[in-house]
């Protein structure tokens, strides 16, 4: 159950930093921009929650690397797909030895 809520803490993170970035894109303060910002709290205040309860049944040394880890991978996914942003080759590298690093993490 433990990986489970990991799971889910990774995903609503990555979305509420969607979120972010998507409010830092509007300048005024206008209604869009305030439910995009509460939706981010919203998803962020999940993600708290199922960190919290994720590190119940894993051990923290684990859990928190995993957690940044897959963050940054999803993070760079949607930063990618969702606002162009470039993955320069050694942005990829980067990414790659992160997957590598799960992976070793993970099989501890």
């Known amino acids: 159950m433990g990986i489970l809520f990991l799971t889910l803490a990774i995903a609503f993170n990555s979305v509420a930093n969607g979120f972010f970035k998507a409010v830092s894109g509007i300048e005024t303060l206008t209604m869009r921009k305030g439910m995009l910002l509460g939706l981010g709290l919203l998803i962020g205040l999940a993600n708290t ?37 470039p993955i320069s080759v050694q942005k990829a590298v980067g990414l790659i030895v992160i997957c590598i690093g799960i992976l070793l993490t993970w099989r501890s």
């Open 49 to 85: 929650i199922c960190y919290i309860k994720a590190l119940e049944k894993i051990d923290l040394a684990i859990a928190y690397s995993l957690f940044s880890a897959a963050s940054i991978i999803l993070i760079a996914t949607i930063s990618l797909v969702l606002f162009k942003e």
